[in-house]
């Protein structure tokens, strides 16, 4: 009977290894192993995504950079040799937790003070860590020959315990662990995983007499362990510390959500607030009313008829602020799929003032099947008219029904959706991401099309015409050749430059569509909108509108995403 080095195999009755204990024990490491080192990858990615933007690109290439380099290892490790074949494996979980655990965390530091380097650190954690998780397969595999008979059944107990415990973790990742902790503590959770995998590996086969220089082992496995626990205990403080390292401003309010990342900055000598979402200014408070007006009061001012509105995207209050100036608004749907933005935008005391409380009375519904319907019962919001009762109560006006759906946009707007609306406003971020190039689509805008009565309208946030001109005029086109008529307008935010927009009727030629808005009037409480303004916005200097490209975007061709990426943001 062969032997492998530092091993010694089961020996009747007397041995200390139990016939099928090892195998069991081993299975269950691959089960955690596999499953850990997974959401290590994810971790990767989606810091990656959130310092660099474009969450495709991102996942694409940790991942595959992390295949290439566990495939690396499992040839590599053939020179390993199996003396000590047990200890090895130890020190590689010890040394995957260390990595893991504080990845994350070097990561934003490195974005934050030696950004030019910043790649060198990511790709270094990611070809680490990859590497090391290319190890642990080989080396169990190795361990476990001798306690179980047969190549085949060893590769189906170690395998498949691998890719179920994979399985496993990335439900718990979705459903779990993104919903209840940051990215800088779910990595030392899973540093914890692997830590526990080593420790109970060590206990059990030292135990048996089959690890040497225990007292060693043990030392540093308690140093790791006190490592990650001091780690996961103070994380946060490291991560808004180097957070702040990547604003200019102070933060005030600093939130992870399932689908992104919400930092709120404060300037007090300007007495300005502003929103980043995954790193990007979403608006700020000087001038987010300047957007907002042009975003919503055109729209509104075209349609006669605003009962039913619906909002896609708006999760920050802000464009329902706005329609609530209309008294003849007698229902407002939101669909926003983050459920962490709208209660940001409801609960925050900055964000109340700025939206003006538009999302304190709404309805949130969780699907998209409730509240779509006939029948549906709105809770209606009020506000107060400045007149009180004899008692001293302020008394109130009711505005509107606001319903906030915290689901798919693409979902809340298909064949389900038995309603019309007579104004349809897009207020989406930029299509920096595939699961937003999908909402800049020929497809969605049909279903917008589908949605709008006769005699309504919809308006599309849609970039920079100045900064990013293709991508702008892809989104025109693409509503275009959905059944539209449009009507582009551009106004400068000084927050961001130049900023556009997208109307479009399904009968009104862009003319009369401009002319309508012209004959107006808007509400009296705007702070810069007015009719002179808008006109001037539906004038575009020379070739500003011209372009070699006539393609549109769709689910399979999202051309969009490419404009925007690549071509975006690029003057010459």
């Known amino acids: 009977m062969s032997t492998v080095e530092g091993v010694v195999p089961m020996v009747g009755k007397d041995s200390r290894i139990k016939k099928h204990t090892p195998s069991i024990l081993l299975g269950a490491t691959m089960f955690f192993t596999g499953g850990a080192g997974l959401v290590a990858e994810y971790i990767l990615s989606t810091v990656s995504t959130y310092v660099l933007g474009n969450s495709i690109e991102q996942f694409s290439v940790v991942i595959a950079l992390s295949l290439l380099m566990m495939g690396v290892a499992s040839l590599l490790q053939k020179f390993i040799s199996d003396k000590n074949i047990i200890e090895k494996f130890i020190g590689a979980e010890i040394l995957l937790a260390l990595l893991i655990g504080f990845s994350p965390i070097a990561m934003y530091a490195a974005y934050g003070t030696v950004k030019d ?12 860590i990859g590497f090391i998780i290319g190890l642990e397969i080989p080396l169990v595999m190795r361990i476990n020959e001798k306690y179980i008979k047969g190549l085949s059944t060893n590769i189906a107990s170690t395998l498949s315990l691998d890719y179920v415990g994979s399985f496993v973790f990335a439900l718990l990742w979705v459903f779990f662990l993104l919903r209840k902790f940051p990215l800088t503590e779910i990595s030392f959770i899973m540093a914890f995983v692997n830590l ?24 540093v496995i308690t140093a790791t362990f006190c490592l990650i626990i001091f780690g996961f205990v103070s994380n946060r403080g490291w ?40 790193g990007n200014k979403q608006f700020s408070s000087l001038d987010e009313h300047i957007y907002h007006e042009m975003l919503v009061h055109p729209v509104m001012t075209l349609v006669p008829d605003h009962s039913q509105v619906l909002v896609v ?29 709208i209660r940001f935008s409801t609960e925050n005391p900055i964000m109340s003032q700025l939206n003006k409380g538009s999302f304190k009375d709404a309805r949130v519904h969780a699907s998209a099947s409730e509240g779509v319907k006939p029948g549906t019962l709105n809770r209606p919001v009020f506000k107060g008219n ?32 038995g309603k019309r609306y007579n104004v349809i406003i897009v207020d989406l971020p930029d299509p920096e991401s595939v699961e937003l190039s999908k909402l800049y689509s020929q497809e969605f805008y049909r279903k917008l099309n589908r949605l709008l009565s006769d005699t309504g309208a919809i308006v599309v946030q849609s970039t920079s015409p100045y ?27 000084p927050s961001f430059g130049d900023w556009g927009w997208v109307m479009a009727t399904k009968k009104t030629t862009s003319v009369d ?15 810069y909108i007015t009719q002179d303004v808008f006109l001037g916005s539906t004038v575009f200097g020379k070739g500003w509108l011209d372009s070699e490209n006539t393609d549109i975007s769709t689910l399979m061709n999202p051309v969009i995403l490419d404009r925007y990426v690549h071509d975006g943001w690029k003057v010459d």
Request: glycine residues 6%; contains cysteine; charged residues 20%.
């Open 386 to 417: 400045d007149q009180f009762n004899d008692k001293g109560r302020e008394m109130v006006d009711q505005v509107a029904s606001v319903n906030i759906f915290t689901v798919d946009a693409d979902l809340f707007v298909g064949p389900e959706n």
């Open 313 to 341: 995207g708006g999760g920050d209050g802000l464009a329902v602020r706005e329609l609530l100036k209309y008294p003849d608004v007698e229902n407002v749907d939101l669909v926003d799929i983050d459920p962490g933005m």
């Open 196 to 219: 526990l995998v080593a420790s109970v590996t060590f206990c059990y086969f030292a135990k048996a007499g089959l690890v040497k220089k225990w007292t060693r082992i043990l030392v």
């Open 239 to 278: 991560a808004m510390e180097l957070q702040q390292k990547l604003y200019d401003d102070p933060i005030v309010y600093s939130e992870t959500t399932k689908y992104q990342q919400l930092v709120m900055t404060e300037s007090k000598s300007l007495g300005e607030y502003s929103l980043f979402i995954n």
């Open 117 to 128: 380097h910043f790649a060198l650190i990511q790709y270094s954690f990611i070809v680490s």
């Open 467 to 493: 900064h990013a001109k293709e991508a702008y005029l892809t989104i025109n086109r693409t509503i275009d050749a959905s059944g539209f008529s449009t009507l582009p307008y551009h106004v400068n935010v």
């Open 513 to 527: 569509m401009k002319e309508e808005i012209a004959a107006g009037s808007f509400p009296s409480d705007t702070q």
